[in-house]
Every structure is written in C-alpha cells, then in structure tokens.
C-alpha cells in the first residue's frame, strides 16, 4: 500500500500521460487498503483473514465524452495502457452535456485537515484473537444463552488519493477497527438469536470486548417468548440501533441522482418544512475520528458541516458536479465516488440532533405501542414514500417496555412518518449514522 505521497506522483504521472494521449481533462483516484479479522466460535478459533488490496481509476474526457477504467497493476505502463484505452473509450462514448470535472474555482485549496482518522496501531492477529474471545465469552455467560454464532474482531488501514487535471492534488489514511458478537438462546423453535458490535477509527475508543458480549447476550434473553402483535395503528418507537434507517430514506430521497431523475418522494420540497418545527439533521464531515469524517470529497472539493434539515426546514439536496449542472445549482461537496465509474453523492457522519424529552417520558403516555429493535427488508418505494418494513421489538404497555414481539409488519408514508416524527434526548455518537430514539405517531401495525 503506498503513502498518500507516493499515490500522489503517481497520479500525476497518470494523469501526465492522459493529457499526452488528448484527454481534454482527467482525474485519477487512488484506494488502498489492508485489514486482518479474526473470528472465533464457542472458545475456540474459527479463521483469520488478511486482504490487502489497491487499485487506480481513472476517469478521462475528450469533450463532453468520457470514460472510466480501473487497474490493480500500478506500474507506470499499466497505467499508460490504462490510459490509453481509456482515451479510446471516450472517444467512442456518447456526449453527455452535464459530465466534466468539478469547477476549478470550488476545489479546495491549501493542505488537507488531520481529523485523527488514523491510529497508526498494528495489532496482531493474536491481540485480535483475544478480543474477540473477550467479547464471546462475555456473551456466553449471560444467564440463558444456549449457543454462539461466534465474535469477530478486526482492524485495518486504508489510503484515499484524488489528483485532477484541474488543479488539486489530496490525500489521507484512515484505520479501522470493529468488535461484534452473536448469540443464541433457547432451545427448537423457541431460539432467538440477537447481536452487538461497535466500530471505531481508534481503537482506543472502541468499548471494550466484555461489554460488547454482554450486551450481545442481554439483547438475545430479552427476545425469548415473543407474543403476536394485533393490527392497528398505534405509536411506534424506534431505538437508535434502527431508526438511523430512517435518515437513510431520507438521504436517498435528496441526492442529485434521485432529484434530477424525477425519482424522489420529495421532489420539489426543497426549503419546505418536512419535518416537525426544531428537527435538525446535521452532516459533519469533519467530526475528529468520525466514521466517515474526510476533509475534501469525490471530486476534490472542500466539505463542511450543514444543517440538510435545519428547524424542520429541507435546506439542500447532496450534489456531485454532474447533477448540479443539470438542475442548475451549484455542488455541495457531498461527492462520493469508487475507482470505478463517475461520482454520486452522499452523507458523511450524519445525526439528528437530540430532542428534548426522555426516553421513558417519551414512552411514558403509550397506552399500546411497539417499540422497533430489529428491522427486515428495505420497504421504501423512492418514488411514493410508502414504507412497509417486517419488524421484531418490544410491546409497549401502559407506558413501560413490556415483552417480545415478533413477526411483524409497520407500515405508513415516509411524508407522514417525517412530519410525526419525535426524537427523545439520548443521542450518542457511535456510528456513522446517528439518532437517539425516535417516536413516530399513528402508524400501521400488522400482526401475524
């Protein structure tokens, strides 16, 4: 894997031999990364994997036409071969009046922010190997727990690179480093299985093994026995662990691919109230040590923090270069992109500001409810917003948690579910899409 200054020469030289060969304009990203997992099940080892990969895209333009060819050979006359096909490539491909890189006067100047996304720690395989032997016999001692899936733990190392004819050259490396385990209780068909894990660019943040598999093993007890749920239409509450699904709907629904192809639930919404006075859904690509903090996107440009929901208001749509030419609006620095083919666009660390009522108070006047721990299938139409997901939580009853509910299927709008919405005050940063819990009114609820 090479430095973010070696990906750097060697984009240049890429992109060098581009402008030798006729391409009106190029850019050239680099990825590479390593990574070791260890997985264990019932005490003893299971497998240990390494991967270590990197690969070059390059995307190139004769006029309004372009094309994109990726390569794992990176010695510079793989990359001149690369290079040439495709030059060749685009001049065989349609125009398309909206390609092109992104506006010169928007790249991001200056040097790249350090936003601690790297540990720079190597931990062995064996250091991997206990922690996940940590995390599964935690799990395993919980009182009622039958059986083990098993417990991974992992760590890794990547660099990002990104060099365009048009003036910016940036990278940086990130680490990686995750615990999960998995569980079974009960016996036949009674079993019920349910999980925990935690993902960190530290590993120094990470929560230690132990209460990983303890609250693996303290979610699968409390699963055991579920009851059916009648039909009716009733309050739903969503704990964080599923209800950043929602934000993920939402997020679909205001990308420049969704919007410039007329495919969106809220076409022609933007700077409307969508959701209840005071929601505030917040991206911050540069909280310290995020998930998917980054200093520039896909397509060099700066990013920064914004409010995409700001007093219930919809403030943007997520914009690469292709789709803000095409509706007419400038880019919005949400460009995200593989070694393969052009830009989209994308959230990086995304939360919804916490509310202002407690969970238990927010639970407290449910007569009859259900509250959402798990949920199965996609059940978004992008077009219409009907949502219809399966579902297994929680019965709520007279305003406490009471017991399991399974086979289940919640249904409404997404407008709808948007404008009820109401989040409680226990937001915690611990992954890269963030809620605390949220309560959505007057949904439909199917029961087997």
Partial sequence: MLTVDAALARLSQALDHARRNGADAADALYIGDASTSVQVRLGALEDIGRSEGEEIGLRLFVGSRSASVSTSDLSPRALEIAVERAVAMAREAPEDPYAGLAPADRLMRGPVADLELDDGAEPSAEALKARALEAEDAARAVAGITNSEGA???????????????????????????????????????????????????????????????????????????????????????????????????????????????????????????FADGIRILDDPHRRRGLRSRPFDGEGLPTGPVAIIDDGVLTTWLLDSAASRQLGLAPTGHATRGVSGPPGAGPTNLHMAAGRIARDAMIADIRHGFYVTELIGQGLNPVTGDYSRGAAGFLIENGSIGPAVAEVTIAGNARDMFRELTPADDLRFRHAINVPTIRIDGMTVAGA
């Fill in 152 to 274: 991974s733990a992992s760590a890794g190392h990547a660099t990002i690179a990104l060099v365009t004819s048009s003036g910016f050259a940036g990278g940086y490396s990130t680490s990686s480093n995750g615990i999960s385990a998995s569980v079974i209780a009960g016996e036949g068909a009674g079993m019920q299985r349910d999980y925990a894990y935690h993902s960190a660019r530290h590993a120094a943040d990470l929560d230690s093994p132990a209460e990983i598999g303890t609250r693996a093993g303290e979610r699968t007890i409390a699963r055991l026995n579920p009851r059916k749920l009648d039909t009716g239409q009733m309050p739903v509450v969503f704990d964080p662990r599923v209800g950043s699904s929602l934000l993920g709907h939402l997020i679909g629904a205001i990308t420049g691919s969704a919007v410039s192809r007329g495919t969106s639930f809220l076409l022609d919404r933007l700077g409307q109230k969508i």
